[in-house]
């Protein structure tokens, strides 16, 4: 069985750890590969090569780490087709969205290739008589990223480009459910020019995320994952001196008013909730209505939409056109999905569409389950208060508008939220109003651009920079203010004892 390996220092290292989990490929059910978890003291070799490569690395001008990049991003294009694959091989999804996954991520090397730009600080000349103020912003040290499963390229490339651009060095422990992609990112980096020990995979578990919170050589740790482990991380590592930005669940909303198109919407909730089998943090699996007879169209325009889901493994054969989503990553997760669905009955929601105990021919041992549709979901359910990470969308019937707010903004999640509507003040209350990071007018999928910055609001984040864009520069540097006077020979001075002015 073919052993993803770590990488330390420029190289391919096995690790000696006693922990072996099984990667499969989640459309065959069949496994195709094994992680060792890497042991304390793999992880510490780690941080001790980042920890001796990051001097020379900082020293490094900013142009020159841009170029490095800049190789690395040609390297992605050159080999897109082959990490697309990966990426669908591992986690399921299918191949378009490991391309549009891959995509998201390139954009965030490419912001990073301004770092020269978006390092200059600031000056002011003659801020007091014969004083000049500058300000410079400078790496942290050694940076650690924590990934989840869903994106393993995408969420990678939301930190580790910054950290690299901005003079630091980087540690990445990825999912042990899909870690290839993340081996083949570092032999990327390394053949683009970086030098050994700035990147560096260790593959892990809980007890390996426990060593880095702690080890006092980290500088910065970015996680993404469950809210209950982000809040874990952030306050365990701010307890240790870190800084730390940490995001968690979701469960987005969005609200359909009465003057939409309901075809279109629906097509629109229907990429939004299904795409990726749900397991995204930005997907859509709320849909709240103000009135009766909208939820009734809503309802009767997705029923044959969500019937007619296709799902399969993500690179069909040659003669097959795409499925429109893959199957979910494990079985346990499945497992998870079903038993979330079956809640859903017991609680008294409507179920219009079925997607439990559904295998496409020829796949009948991969990790598929169906689109599933529920009506009458309200905000006492599990359903509606959990995020499902699964194909399954739900209808929300509220009284009016400031009820539909009410709910949204009472959810304890508040990552994303959307409003469908031709009425621009509608759609400006809402915005204003909204409890939620990131917002989309007619755009189920509010994922903001790499130039600005993604990250929720409550439950859905913790610490107070966002991931990627300005707030990504900020997160990886530290600022230094400098005031200048240079004073003339032989002057009379005297000791000043006062507050300084300028």
């Known amino acids: 069985m073919e052993t993803v390996l770590n990488f330390i220092n420029g190289k391919l290292v096995e690790s000696q750890g006693e922990k072996v989990w099984p990667i499969f490929n989640p459309a065959t059910g069949k496994q195709i590969r094994q992680v060792r978890m890497s042991t304390e003291a793999e992880v510490l070799e780690a941080v001790e090569v980042a920890q001796k490569a990051f001097p020379e690395w900082a020293a490094t001008s900013p142009l020159r780490r841009a170029r490095v990049l800049f190789k690395f991003k040609e390297l992605l294009q050159r080999d897109w087709d082959s990490l697309a694959r990966l990426i669908t091989e591992e986690h399921g999804k299918v191949y378009s969205d490991s391309c549009g996954e891959l995509t998201r991520g390139l954009e965030v090397v490419e912001f990073a290739c301004g770092i020269p730009h978006l390092l200059k600080g600031e000056f002011s000349e003659q801020a007091g008589r014969g004083i000049d103020i500058h300000s410079t912003m400078q790496p942290l040290g050694v940076c650690v990223g924590?990934?989840?499963?869903n994106f393993p390229a995408m969420v990678p490339m939301w930190m580790f480009p910054i950290a690299l651009a901005c003079g630091n060095t980087f540690i990445l422990k990825p999912a042990k459910t899909d870690p290839s992609l993340s081996i083949r990112l570092a032999e990327l980096l390394k053949e683009a020019g970086l030098p050994d020990g700035v990147f560096n995979v260790v593959h892990g578990d809980r007890h390996d995320n426990e060593i880095l919170l702690r080890e006092p050589r980290v500088k910065a740790i970015s996680f993404v994952g469950?809210?209950?482990?982000?809040?874990?991380?952030?306050k365990v590592g701010s307890e240790y001196g870190k800084r730390v930005q940490a995001l968690g669940a979701a469960k987005n909303h969005g609200l359909v008013m009465p003057d939409v198109d309901i075809n279109a919407t629906a097509d629109a909730l229907l990429g939004a909730a299904f795409g990726a089998a749900g397991e995204r943090c930005m997907a859509l699996p709320i849909a709240v209505t103000i009135d009766d007879e909208t939820a009734d169209k809503l309802v009767a325009a997705l029923k044959p939409k969500v019937e007619a889901l296709r799902y399969g493994p993500g690179?069909?054969?040659e003669s097959e056109k795409e499925m429109d989503f893959g199957p979910l990553i494990t079985q346990?997760?499945?497992?998870?999905?079903?038993?979330?669905?079956?809640k859903g009955v017991e609680e008294g929601a409507t179920l219009v569409v079925d997607g439990r105990n559904k295998k496409p021919?020829?796949?009948?041992?991969g990790f598929f389950i169906g689109g599933t549709l529920f009506d009458h979901v309200t905000e006492d359910m599990v359903i509606y208060k959990e995020e499902i990470f699964g194909p399954v969308l739900g209808i929300v019937r509220a009284k009016n508008f400031e009820d539909a707010m009410r709910l949204i903004n009472d959810h304890q999640f508040g990552n994303g939220a959307a409003i469908f509507t031709n009425s621009g003040a509608a759609a400006r209350e809402f915005s204003y109003r909204v409890q939620a990071g990131m917002?989309?007018?007619?755009i189920p999928i509010p994922v903001p651009m790499a130039f600005h910055c993604f990250g929720g609001w409550k439950g859905s984040a913790f610490g107070a920079l966002?991931?990627?864009?300005?707030d990504g520069v900020r997160f990886y540097t530290k600022m230094k203010t400098v005031t200048t006077r240079w004073p003339e020979q032989n002057i009379d001075s005297q000791a000043a004892f006062s507050m300084p002015t300028l």
């Not at 924590?146 to 499963?149: C, D, G, R, S």
């Open 315 to 317: 690179i069909p054969k």
């Open 466 to 470: 966002n991931v990627y864009g300005p």
């Open 361 to 365: 021919a020829g796949y009948e041992e």
């Open 332 to 342: 346990q997760h499945l497992n998870n999905v079903t038993k979330y669905i079956d």
């Open 439 to 442: 917002v989309g007018v007619n």
């Open 146 to 149: 924590i990934t989840p499963f």
């Open 226 to 234: 469950s809210t209950t482990a982000a809040e874990y991380v952030h």
